[in-house]
């Protein structure tokens, strides 16, 4: 197709930095070759009869030396659909070069992001031949793209029983061989230049794709726990891989390519577990990506980041992403430390040893376990910190080669309740910070302290899940505080899914190909999930419907009708939990829906203070900042409101997507502090598609800096629910 630009449009020269990759020049060493993204104009009157005219534009930019012949081979990727740029390896003082050609603009560093490391669906209320799987056909004919460290095609959740081919829209390439994809599998793509194919060498890939749309697989386990049927959330969804992360990370020119060849290949939805630190938009490669993706009408969602549970952690916080955050589920392995007074402490730990004696062992402190050559531990059960540089498996293995019989991996206070299901590499439990702190005062008030770990399998039905991670991260999005991030939590701690291989490197027995891991990574392609069977069930939806549907269905309470808890088995904020934990079914029929146009986020930039370049740089066409909102003016499903003394205004429209005839009431639950009007409070509509609006006026009655709450509108079908956080900048 011809790309024929009415407009100054930007590129973005992406220079990619790599110890993997290096080219000789007569005038440029090649260690400082680093990368850039550099931001170039485009004359109103350029046409590109195919990509060959395209790289051959982006190679004119490159600098003029006597090594030019080595030049053209500099240029990595040629960018089409996610943008107007190129990457290429150069030196600053070659960037500096540039920067002096006509239709130069800026350019920026590179960074490298990194990978935010069965029975979900029932927790979620997704059940065969009902409510929503059957209300979308399990998500048939939507193809979810993951921008991921690749896949496994010969992993049996990529059977394409059942599934139909892939629709004709669809364009995408298999870079295995011709029988490795089907109508499961039926795109993969390899966008990093060091690596040969898609092909997953991490299990990362190959873990989220199959949480996402896998096909059922009966029998699924890891070393015999959490057994059952294997499925994904969207099951009868195809799945499209784009690998753009190597074992260093996930460099943002692969990343940039991975979006390129999703939108190109015609994906409906896009997931990316991966992320940095937040910077803003206009520096931020998913940011951009995803901008692009929304504006071809394709939902993306990315995780919240690992970094949880401090505050302002929050990544991927643009609002056209959905950003997710990672919960437990009702699901524990179970393994209890019982001690020589009689007290029991449950942890987990996928590893259920059949050989662990009953009889009471001596137990000892091993501080960290990153050393234990002074300590005597034949013999024992060693109480290991989970802090240090070594993870659970690793402490255990410290143990065992200094003759430990067994460990208890003891959490920090910051970890407070969230443990992992790990296949240790000896019998061995990881238990919570408070029952740490009760087994340690044990060995320090006990002259000869004793115990044995009980194995108890596979447990359903903790009524405290779902639970934050305590690994989850918080908002508030330093970005755009006047966004409430994340938007939604999901299941994300000790997730069954496929895998590369089996874990026989720490248990040589073991032979199933499925894999517990934990993260934000494991949340996002459950929502990417529900997203799929959302869009297959109302395709005329738009990307920012779907989300407002997610968001304003979601719930607040456990399984015990309580409020969600944090990892310390407190009350929940909001800047942990964003609006809720995601409810599928609800979400499929929300009533009202808080939509915006892509060219709705041009506003709320301009009123970010960016300039019309930084803006334009997003948005990949010339701005000018004419028209600017505030952050809480944009038409989003939550309040975040940096409230002073002064009252504020703020509008809101809905639309109507439930009965034809409904009325809505309103209703202000907690906002403590904080005085609210809401104009109208009834909201009357008559047709489906009816937009109407109201406005909400903020107003402090106290001096609480803080307070959260929630607008509520509604129906006698229909409760459509707002979060709003209100804080106060010192």
Same mark, same amino acid.
């Given at each position: 197709?011809?790309?024929?630009?009415?407009?100054?449009?930007?590129?973005?020269?992406?220079?990619?930095?790599?110890?993997?990759?290096?080219?000789?020049?007569?005038?440029?060493?090649?260690?400082?070759?680093?990368?850039?993204?550099?931001?170039?104009?485009?004359?109103?009157?350029?046409?590109?009869?195919?990509?060959?005219?395209?790289?051959?534009?982006?190679?004119?930019?490159?600098?003029?030396?006597?090594?030019?012949?080595?030049?053209?081979?500099?240029?990595?990727?040629?960018?089409?659909?996610?943008?107007?740029?190129?990457?290429?390896?150069?030196?600053?003082?070659?960037?500096?070069?540039?920067?002096?050609?006509?239709?130069?603009?800026?350019?920026?560093?590179?960074?490298?992001?990194?990978?935010?490391?069965?029975?979900?669906?029932?927790?979620?209320?997704?059940?065969?031949?009902?409510?929503?799987? =059957?209300?979308?056909?399990?998500?048939?004919?939507?193809?979810?793209?993951?921008?991921?460290?690749?896949?496994?095609?010969?992993?049996?959740?990529?059977?394409?029983?059942?599934?139909?081919?892939?629709?004709?829209?669809?364009?995408? %390439?298999?870079?295995?061989?011709?029988?490795?994809?089907?109508? %499961?599998?039926?795109?993969?793509?390899?966008?990093? %230049?060091?690596?040969?194919?898609?092909?997953?060498?991490?299990?990362?890939?190959? /873990?989220?794709?199959?949480?996402?749309?896998?096909?059922?697989?009966?029998?699924?386990?890891?070393?015999?726990?959490?057994?059952?049927?294997?499925?994904?959330?969207?099951?009868?969804?195809?799945?499209?891989?784009?690998?753009?992360?190597?074992?260093?990370?996930?460099?943002?020119?692969?990343?940039?390519?991975?979006?390129?060849?999703?939108?190109?290949?015609?994906?409906?939805?896009?997931?990316?577990?991966?992320?940095?630190?937040?910077?803003?938009?206009?520096?931020? *490669?998913? !940011?951009?990506?995803?901008?692009?993706?929304?504006?071809?009408?394709?939902?993306?969602?990315?995780?919240?980041?690992?970094?949880?549970?401090?505050?302002?952690?929050?990544?991927?916080?643009?609002?056209?992403?959905?950003? #997710?955050?990672?919960?437990?589920?009702?699901?524990?392995?179970?393994?209890?430390?019982?001690?020589?007074?009689?007290?029991?402490?449950?942890g987990e730990s996928a590893f259920q040893s059949t050989n662990m004696s009953r009889k009471l062992l001596p137990l000892i402190d091993g501080g960290d376990c990153e050393s234990l050559a002074i300590i005597d531990v034949r013999g024992k059960i060693v109480v290991c910190a989970a802090v240090g540089s070594l993870s659970g498996i690793e402490?255990?293995?410290?143990?065992?080669?200094?003759?430990?019989?067994?460990?208890?991996?003891?959490?920090?206070?910051?970890?407070?309740?969230?443990?992992?299901?790990?296949?240790?590499?000896?019998?061995? @439990?990881?238990?919570?910070?408070?029952?740490?702190?009760?087994?340690?005062?044990?060995?320090?008030?006990?002259?000869?302290?004793?115990?044995?770990?009980?194995?108890?399998?596979?447990?359903?039905?903790?009524?405290?899940?779902?639970?934050?991670?305590?690994?989850?991260?918080?908002?508030?999005? @330093?970005?755009s505080q006047g966004i409430l991030k994340p938007d939604i939590i999901g299941p994300g701690v000790n997730i069954l899914a496929a895998w590369i291989k089996p874990p026989a490197e720490v248990i040589p027995s073991a032979t199933s190909t499925f894999n517990i891991i934990s993260g934000t990574s494991m949340s996002c392609p459950h929502l990417?999930?529900?997203?799929?069977?959302?869009?297959?069930?109302?395709?005329?939806?738009?990307?920012? !419907?779907?989300?407002?549907?997610?968001? *304003?269905?979601?719930?607040?309470?456990?399984?015990?009708?309580?409020?969600?808890?944090?990892?310390?088995?407190?009350?929940?904020?909001? &800047?942990?939990?964003?609006?809720?934990?995601? =409810?599928?079914?609800?979400?499929?029929?929300?009533? &009202?829906?808080?939509?915006?146009?892509?060219?709705?986020?041009?506003?709320?930039?301009?009123?970010?203070?960016?300039?019309?370049?930084?803006?334009?740089?997003?948005?990949?066409?010339?701005? /000018?900042?004419?028209?600017?909102?505030?952050?809480?003016?944009?038409?989003?499903?939550?309040?975040?409101?940096? &409230?002073?003394?002064?009252?504020?205004?703020?509008?809101?429209?809905?639309?109507?997507?439930?009965?034809?005839?409904? @009325?809505? *009431?309103?209703?202000?639950?907690?906002?403590?502090?904080?005085?609210?009007?809401?104009?109208?409070?009834?909201?009357?509509?008559?047709?489906?598609?009816?937009?109407?609006?109201?406005?909400?006026?903020?107003?402090?009655?106290?001096?609480?800096?803080?307070?959260?709450?929630?607008?509520?509108?509604?129906? *006698?079908?229909?409760? #459509?629910?707002?979060?709003?956080?209100?804080?106060?900048?010192?």
């Open positions: 197709m011809d790309l024929k630009l009415v407009s100054i449009f930007f590129c973005i020269v992406i220079l990619l930095h790599s110890s993997k990759i290096t080219f000789a020049d007569h005038f440029t060493n090649q260690n400082d070759l680093e990368t850039y993204i550099v931001q170039l104009e485009l004359p109103d009157d350029y046409v590109f009869s195919d990509s060959k005219d395209l790289y051959l534009w982006h190679q004119s930019f490159l600098p003029k030396t006597s090594a030019n012949s080595d030049l053209s081979s500099r240029i990595i990727y040629s960018y089409r659909h996610v943008f107007n740029g190129f990457a290429a390896m150069l030196s600053s003082d070659e960037v500096k070069m540039m920067e002096k050609q006509p239709g130069f603009v800026s350019a920026r560093p590179q960074r490298v992001l990194q990978l935010h490391t069965t029975h979900s669906p029932s927790f979620l209320g997704l059940h065969q031949n009902v409510g929503l799987w =059957n209300a979308s056909n399990s998500g048939k004919g939507v193809i979810i793209g993951l921008l991921d460290s690749g896949i496994n095609p010969n992993h049996p959740s990529f059977n394409d029983h059942g599934m139909p081919p892939p629709p004709a829209k669809w364009k995408g %390439k298999c870079e295995f061989n011709y029988k490795a994809c089907n109508n %499961k599998l039926i795109g993969a793509r390899n966008l990093v %230049k060091t690596a040969e194919s898609p092909l997953d060498g991490d299990g990362h890939g190959t /873990h989220t794709s199959s949480t996402a749309a896998g096909n059922f697989v009966g029998g699924a386990n890891l070393l015999g726990n959490a057994n059952g049927t294997a499925v994904g959330i969207a099951p009868r969804a195809h799945v499209a891989m784009y690998r753009v992360c190597d074992k260093d990370g996930c460099p943002e020119v692969f990343i940039l390519a991975g979006f390129d060849a999703a939108i190109e290949d015609g994906v409906d939805v896009i997931s990316a577990s991966l992320g940095a630190t937040a910077l803003p938009p206009y520096a931020e *490669t998913m !940011a951009i990506g995803a901008y692009r993706a929304i504006e071809k009408g394709i939902f993306v969602t990315c995780s919240a980041g690992n970094s949880g549970p401090f505050s302002s952690t929050v990544e991927n916080g643009s609002p056209w992403i959905l950003t #997710v955050g990672a919960s437990s589920t009702d699901r524990k392995i179970s393994a209890v430390a019982v001690l020589g007074n009689g007290a029991e402490y449950e402490k255990g293995e410290e143990v065992k080669k200094a003759g430990g019989a067994a460990m208890i991996l003891k959490n920090q206070e910051e970890q407070g309740y969230t443990t992992f299901a790990t296949i240790h590499v000896l019998p061995a @439990t990881h238990v919570s910070y408070l029952d740490g702190l009760k087994i340690i005062n044990y060995i320090t008030s006990t002259s000869t302290p004793v115990a044995t770990i009980s194995f108890k399998g596979t447990r359903i039905g903790d009524k405290h899940a779902p639970v934050v991670a305590s690994f989850s991260s918080r908002g508030p999005y @330093t970005v990417a999930g529900v997203a799929a069977l959302l869009k297959s069930a109302h395709p005329d939806w738009s990307p920012a !419907a779907i989300k407002s549907a997610i968001m *304003t269905t979601a719930d607040t309470v456990n399984l015990g009708n309580n409020p969600i808890q944090d990892e310390k088995l407190n009350p929940a904020d909001l &800047l942990s939990i964003g609006s809720g934990h995601v =409810n599928p079914s609800k979400a499929n029929d929300p009533g &009202l829906v808080y939509d915006i146009q892509p060219q709705d986020y041009v506003p709320y930039l301009c009123g970010l203070n960016y300039t019309d370049q930084q803006v334009s740089i997003i948005v990949n066409k010339k701005v /000018h900042c004419t028209l600017s909102i505030a952050e809480a003016e944009l038409n989003y499903p939550s309040f975040s409101i940096d &409230l002073g003394s002064s009252a504020q205004t703020y509008t809101r429209t809905v639309t109507n997507v439930g009965e034809a005839n409904s @009325t809505y *009431t309103v209703e202000v639950i907690g906002v403590e502090g904080v005085a609210l009007s809401i104009k109208p409070s009834i909201l009357k509509f008559s047709a489906l598609n009816q937009k109407l609006s109201y406005e909400v006026t903020f107003k402090r009655s106290t001096s609480t800096d803080s307070s959260q709450g929630y607008i509520k509108w509604s129906s *006698t079908k229909y409760s #459509v629910r707002s979060p709003i956080s209100i804080f106060k900048l010192h």
